[in-house]
């Protein structure tokens, strides 16, 4: 413990009586003693699930001490020689996500494409239900030798090693239950086909977004327009459109929760637990377009309506996913007016004749809950159109912060702009927003080219 001593009779707190972020070290350099961690013999039985399990996860990481309102770090080698010190901000290298497939003979990254899984691909049913199986095995061949590596643990550690395969032979068991539906069902399998072309649509959108995100893109852009049309699904390359291995077995853990109405895993909660950019929201996303795919194939007559709820805690991260999960939409509801004009190219389904639509509610103070309002502290959208669409170029930055509140600035399919906006003293540009007999608000592209348009 460090104590500041000082005696100051008169005004004592100032800075250049205190002593700001000192570091204690205590090392064993010309010392007689070595460290010892600072509990060794940890009773697992005092612990609860958690701390057996981490006791388990991190049993090569010894702990030489606890700070006190400060933190505390060390480097010590394995004979206990080295130093320990105080820090108030101590910092660890935190090594990247691997998401490469370990070794093996029976699978390659190639099956884990969204376009060889969806019903672009020629590729029979039989092979791509092997390629997942595949996976599921590599996955359980890799439980398989924890269960080896646990037996020769110490006892301490057996009741969490125990535990953790457990649920690892769960997850399992409910992925082979999920492919042995897709083999069986062919509705359920239809759904898993359906939605890796949307996934894979989508994501051929995003990347051409990010190509020509170089600048603001306007509906007479001729870029965007030929990109547009020369679009082929078809022959697109995958080259960036892979599964990752855990969204995959999310997928198909969730299956049967999905076609199975009887299914006991309908009372669970799945969490993704996956660091920032890892791929959270792809995973639930292709979920989310099988359970609407499924639905319409499976109840055709019901299958209108609210099919999937998004909820987040922060508006700001609600009306950004809001976006992305718009451009997987979009891609839905090309694919449903494919079937609906019977187009040549594709394999028919019967995905009725209602739009697959996407919505977003995070309150009036940010997009208007009524048509019109009389209210002036939180107008309607027919207010706000009005306001957007008698603004002049000298007002536009004033009226857009303050008037729209339609969230939407970018077309989810094209990268198209949906506003207005100011270029050399003149407005550029279209609003993407419109009112219907003053009664139905919609949103559309501005770009001709463009499906949504």
Same mark, same amino acid.
């Given at each position: 413990?460090?104590?500041?001593? *000082?005696?100051?009779?008169?005004?004592?707190?100032?800075?250049?009586?205190?002593?700001?972020?000192?570091v204690?070290?205590?090392?064993?350099?010309?010392?007689?003693?070595?460290?010892?961690?600072?509990?060794?013999?940890?009773?697992?039985?005092?612990?609860?699930?958690?701390?057996?399990?981490?006791?388990?996860?991190?049993?090569? @990481? @010894?702990?030489?001490?606890?700070?006190?309102g400060?933190?505390?770090?060390?480097?010590?080698?394995?004979?206990?020689?080295?130093?320990?010190?105080?820090?108030?901000?101590?910092?660890?290298?935190?090594?990247q996500?691997?998401?490469?497939?370990?070794?093996?003979?029976?699978?390659?990254?190639?099956?884990?494409?969204?376009?060889?899984?969806?019903?672009?691909?020629?590729?029979?049913?039989?092979?791509?239900?092997?390629?997942?199986?595949?996976?599921?095995? &590599?996955?359980?061949?890799?439980?398989?030798?924890?269960?080896?590596?646990?037996?020769?643990?110490?006892?301490?550690?057996?009741?969490?090693?125990?535990?953790?395969?457990?649920?690892?032979?769960?997850?399992?068991?409910?992925?082979?239950?999920?492919?042995?539906?897709?083999?069986?069902?062919?509705?359920?399998?239809?759904?898993?086909?359906?939605?890796?072309?949307?996934?894979?649509?989508?994501?051929?959108? *995003?990347?051409m977004q990010?190509?020509?995100?170089?600048?603001?893109?306007?509906?007479?852009?001729?870029?965007?327009?030929?990109l547009?049309?020369d679009?082929?699904?078809?022959?697109?390359?995958?080259?960036?459109?892979?599964?990752?291995?855990?969204?995959?077995?999310?997928? &198909?853990?969730?299956?049967?929760?999905?076609?199975?109405?009887?299914?006991?895993?309908?009372?669970?909660?799945? *969490?993704?637990w +996956?660091?920032?950019?890892?791929?959270?929201?792809?995973a639930?996303?292709?979920?989310?377009?099988?359970?609407?795919?499924?639905?319409?194939?499976?109840?055709? @007559?019901?299958?209108?309506?609210?099919?999937v709820?998004?909820?987040?805690?922060?508006?700001?991260?609600?009306?950004?996913? +809001?976006?992305?999960?718009?451009?997987?939409?979009?891609?839905?509801?090309?694919?449903?007016?494919?079937?609906?004009?019977?187009?040549?190219?594709?394999?028919?389904?019967?995905?009725?004749?209602?739009?697959?639509?996407?919505?977003?509610?995070?309150?009036?103070?940010?997009?208007?809950? @009524?048509?019109?309002?009389?209210?002036?502290?939180?107008?309607?959208?027919?207010?706000?159109?009005?306001?957007?669409?008698?603004?002049?170029?000298?007002?536009?930055?004033?009226?857009?912060?303050?008037?729209?509140?339609f969230?939407?600035?970018?077309?989810?399919?094209?990268?198209?702009?949906?506003?207005?906006?100011?270029?050399?003293?003149?407005?550029?540009?279209?609003?993407?927003?419109?009112?219907?007999?003053?009664?139905?608000?919609?949103?559309?592209?501005?770009?001709?080219?463009?499906?949504?348009?």
């Amino acid at each position: 413990m460090l104590v500041n001593g *000082l005696e100051v009779e008169e005004n004592p707190i100032q800075s250049r009586n205190c002593i700001f972020q000192p570091v204690l070290k205590i090392t064993s350099e010309q010392n007689d003693f070595v460290f010892v961690e600072s509990n060794p013999d940890a009773d697992p039985e005092s612990m609860d699930d958690e701390e057996r399990s981490l006791e388990l996860l991190y049993r090569e @990481k @010894k702990i030489y001490g606890t700070g006190l309102g400060v933190s505390v770090d060390w480097n010590i080698d394995p004979y206990g020689n080295g130093c320990i010190w105080s820090d108030f901000f101590p910092e660890a290298e935190v090594p990247q996500m691997n998401f490469n497939l370990p070794e093996n003979n029976t699978i390659t990254e190639k099956d884990l494409s969204m376009k060889y899984l969806s019903d672009l691909s020629d590729t029979s049913k039989s092979d791509k239900i092997a390629a997942l199986q595949s996976l599921i095995d &590599l996955y359980k061949h890799w439980v398989d030798d924890l269960e080896i590596t646990a037996a020769s643990l110490d006892d301490k550690y057996q009741s969490a090693a125990t535990a953790n395969i457990t649920e690892c032979k769960r997850a399992y068991r409910r992925m082979y239950s999920g492919l042995e539906t897709l083999n069986d069902n062919n509705t359920a399998f239809s759904a898993f086909v359906l939605a890796n072309r949307a996934m894979f649509m989508q994501r051929i959108h *995003l990347k051409m977004q990010a190509d020509t995100s170089d600048q603001d893109r306007y509906p007479d852009d001729d870029h965007i327009a030929q990109l547009l049309r020369d679009m082929d699904y078809r022959i697109k390359e995958d080259d960036d459109s892979f599964w990752r291995p855990f969204q995959l077995a999310f997928l &198909l853990m969730d299956i049967n929760s999905i076609v199975n109405d009887e299914s006991q895993e309908r009372d669970l909660v799945d *969490l993704i637990w +996956f660091p920032t950019g890892g791929g959270k929201t792809e995973a639930y996303l292709g979920l989310t377009a099988f359970t609407i795919f499924y639905r319409r194939l499976a109840y055709p @007559k019901l299958s209108d309506g609210t099919t999937v709820i998004m909820r987040y805690t922060l508006r700001l991260l609600a009306a950004q996913q +809001f976006t992305r999960a718009a451009t997987l939409i979009c891609a839905c509801e090309l694919i449903r007016r494919d079937c609906e004009t019977k187009h040549p190219i594709y394999r028919v389904y019967q995905l009725g004749n209602k739009p697959i639509t996407i919505g977003l509610w995070i309150g009036r103070k940010h997009i208007p809950n @009524k048509n019109s309002s009389s209210s002036k502290s939180s107008p309607g959208a027919l207010e706000c159109l009005k306001e957007l669409n008698d603004t002049d170029a000298k007002s536009l930055r004033y009226t857009k912060e303050r008037y729209n509140k339609f969230q939407v600035l970018k077309c989810p399919w094209c990268g198209t702009k949906l506003v207005k906006d100011v270029k050399d003293g003149k407005l550029v540009g279209n609003w993407g927003y419109r009112m219907r007999d003053n009664k139905h608000f919609y949103l559309h592209c501005t770009q001709d080219e463009c499906h949504f348009t």
